[in-house]
């Protein structure tokens, strides 16, 4: 079915919007019931776009019939919200999601030679914009690990020479770059390291209108981290990005920025404490809907404190 019949709208119109004003449009990952609904929450209080993001792992935990069925079910603003493919590895997987209802897919072409990942994401291309989907298309490398289908030991920036030709000949309606940032809970070994502002700037000089998109950039609450570990957890040296270079580089041209690891924090931080402190807890549902409630503050903090989407509507 088309995303349309959902009320979802294409990443391309909401971030041309967010170019135009100067922000950037948070992607959230989902993978059950409770986050999705933490993301849509958090989306209604702030009145911020939301893209709702489901890598090829998560669609596969849920099914993409539940999947829908929970977009269809779902209370949101209409024209507001995208449903998103992240990091599709497959033309297949990337088509599946377009025919069940996404409205925005992501290539991850990445880490194939440089022409093989120009000719898949015209493929991509062509194919979804038929149904004026959006695409999203990778170029340079992020090291970590987002998932088990999204894992890389190499770290590659991405060559401001060849973003132009590169948009031309795919036809992509968006690109996530390489300049520092990385997948999971590792992402720093010191506070210092500062992301490549330099490169940035010269993508953005040289594609001014197309709309740059930033991976592995959860901030990894400190708070988070504390709190897992005093009830029962064990998670060292995890360090994320702060908020002052993430609103840099939303000065920048980012206007799509992906946060999955925080919402996994801030999940996983309140179930800890919520059976370490109540033992005699096992309704699944006092603890879920406590975890639900920490991942809509962690929302609402990323987005009135670092995207500046809030009231956007
Ligand atoms: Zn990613």
């Known amino acids: 079915m088309h995303y349309s019949n959902f009320g979802l709208a294409n990443t391309k119109t909401l971030l041309k919007r967010a170019l135009q004003n100067g ?25 911020s776009p939301i893209i709702l993001a489901v890598s090829e792992a998560a669609l596969e935990y849920m099914s993409g019939d539940i999947l829908m069925g ?17 990091h599709g590895h497959s033309f297949e997987i990337c088509k599946y999601a377009a025919n069940i209802g996404f409205s925005s897919v992501m290539f991850d072409g990445s880490t194939l030679p440089l022409e093989q990942n120009i000719s898949e994401s015209r493929k991509i291309a062509d194919y979804v914009h038929k149904f004026d989907i959006s695409l999203e298309t990778e170029l340079g490398v992020l090291s970590g690990i987002e998932d088990e289908n999204t894992k890389s030991e190499t770290h590659s ?8 030709s590169f948009v031309k000949q795919t036809q ?45 950039a959860s901030n990894i609450p400190q708070k988070y981290i504390k709190q897992i ?14 908020p002052s ?6 000065s920048l041209h980012i206007t799509k920025v992906n946060v999955e690891t925080d919402s996994r924090l801030a999940f996983t931080a309140a179930i800890r404490k919520t059976l370490s402190t109540n033992p005699s807890v096992f309704n699944p549902r006092d603890y879920l809907s406590n975890a639900k409630d ?20």
């Not at 920036?157 to 132009?164: A, F, L, Q, S």
């Not at 210092?192 to 709309?211: C, G, M």
């Not at 270079?245 to 939303?250: E, L």
């Open 23 to 47: 922000y950037a449009v948070p992607a959230f990952n989902f993978y059950n019931m409770e986050t999705l609904d933490a993301i849509l929450t958090a989306a209604r209080i702030t009145q």
């Open 70 to 86: 929970m977009i269809r079910g779902a209370k949101y603003e209409p024209g507001q919200i995208a449903l998103h493919l992240d």
């Open 157 to 164: 920036y991405t060559n401001p020479d060849i973003v132009k």
């Open 172 to 216: 992509t309606d968006s690109l996530a770059v390489a300049i520092g940032t990385s997948h999971g809970a590792y992402k720093r070994k010191s506070e210092k390291e500062s992301l490549r502002f330099d490169i940035l700037k010269q993508i953005a000089d040289n594609i001014p209108k197309v709309p740059l998109v930033l991976h592995g």
């Open 229 to 242: 570990n005093k009830f029962g957890g064990n998670i060292k040296n995890a360090r994320g990005i702060s």
């Open 245 to 250: 270079q993430i609103r840099r580089a939303i």
């Open 294 to 313: 920490e991942m809509v503050k962690n929302c609402i903090d990323e987005i009135q404190n670092i995207m500046g989407s809030g009231y956007k509507f």
